[in-house]
């Protein structure tokens, strides 16, 4: 009893008062001392007294954070045109501001900052600010430094044929980026801030006219209604996006590629840009858009279907062969050919693990493989994958810890899942397989289809912004084009846009001459 009652006393002090948003988020006026007591500590934040005009009487105080600017440009842009424009020494405090405002300084961007809000902010985005003591007026310039990554071609989706730039992790050079492939007038591009302590820059793109206003509204939402201290990782994002948390399938596609993301906004979808991230997202997202990769539209219609075909079938394969395996040697040996029956009790004789524990024993060895690769310097972590797969699953077979068979159905498996465009979708593929195999070694083939109905209602129940997850599976508006989402058109025949998405212009190009 007194282990319950801490239990209940422990349970009470997790109960946290909600934490409204402070709005401004800055309190006391925009002068220098308030900043000097925000950035306390802050070994980067500097300030100097700049003489107007050479006039020593004459004086305004510039702030900045080292390291978010360019130092040359305000040596060069700022700090000398005060210094040696005679005119701001001798005119007054109002008039300079004035002349500064209209372009004395050698800068492209100024703006006027009365809150301390803006101002703290300003600094933070690589600004720095100049007091007017007399005036009370505060003069901000862009001066940011522009060291960031050089666009270079994407790890994650290596292209084959076509563009080889990908996203960086710069929100405004990703979206120069995608301006340059959609070059739209009604190409929209809406910031908003996300994070109460980090304070991050979230691009909205589509295209006004092509996309739902309903998806675009309710997208702005949940970004608007994302209150978090920061938005550091991509799941921060996906998570709050997708709004459910009850299934392993991702519902928003993730790119690095800026042509899978313009093709995305070209066909209706949003996307969304993320300042620090090197990768876009689009939504809604179905099914079948996780097997589809920008290549499949450099290649011809024939070569592109039957890759699609490909991946259809690894995923069927890499959910259900070692399920299949389970139930036929435990439940169904009748189902094999004879033969290949007696081979496979041949070589189980003088293993001493059953079926179900075998195939699950090396499943979670491939994963730990797998997961060791990926965290070791790229240097090496090849080699060890690939030393462990060989060393680890012969020595298995060697000591008849396993027997081949259960190797080589747990390699098929595993190969097959690596033929998924998107990781997120074969991360959630393996959850899956270690479910059918459960199953299997529960029900045997009855617990396969079980576990095939449960899929298929799990998917059939999820949705993104409104679209049908099995879209064009299900959903499709009676229009019978499911095949479609198996096999690629040629191109001069896709003259409508996806029905799912409920696009404002469904057609992409001109009238089909064979309608």
Known sequence: MAVFRRYRGYKKEEKVPPHPRQEPRISGPLTVENLERVFTDCVDFAKRQVALGGDPARRATLCYLSGMVKMERISDYILRPLAQDEMLGKCGEAEAVTRIQAGALYNLIVEERTTADQGVFDLIN??????????????????QTEEKRSISPSENEPPLKGPRDSFVESVRTNTSILRRRVRAPGLRIKELLV??????????????????????????????????????????????????????????????????????????????????????????????????????????WMAASALLVIRYLCMLTTLFLPALYIAAVTFHLELLPTRLALAIVAAKQDVPFTTIFEVLMMLVAFE?????????????????????????????????????????????????GYTMPSQDFAAALRLWRFAFAALAALAGMFGVAMGGLLLICHLASLESFGVAYLSPFAANDGSRRAVYAVLRRPLPFVKLREAALRTRNRRNQGADPFS
């Open 368 to 416: 730990v493989i797998q997961e060791a690769g990926l965290r070791l310097p790229s240097s090496i972590g090849q080699t060890v994958s690939i030393l462990g797969g060989l060393v680890v699953g012969s020595a298995a077979v060697e000591a008849r810890i396993v027997s081949p068979v259960v190797l080589i159905v747990v390699a098929a498996a595993g190969i097959a």
């Open 126 to 143: 690589g600004w720095c600010l100049l007091f007017f003591p007399q005036t009370q007026k505060v003069l901000s310039f862009l001066v």
């Open 195 to 300: 994070g109460r302590q980090t304070v991050t820059p979230v691009d909205l793109a589509w295209i006004e006219g092509i996309a739902n206003p309903e998806t675009v509204a309710a997208v702005e939402g949940r970004l608007a209604d994302m209150d978090i201290d920061g938005l550091i990782s991509p799941a921060s994002l996906e998570e709050y996006l997708t709004g459910d948390v009850r299934t392993a399938f991702p519902t928003i596609l993730s790119t690095e590629r800026p042509d899978r993301f313009s093709a995305g906004i070209l066909e209706g979808r949003v996307g969304v840009l993320v300042d620090g991230q090197p990768m876009g997202w689009l939504l809604p997202a179905g099914l079948s858009q996780f097997f589809r990769t920008p290549q499949d539209k450099a290649l011809s």
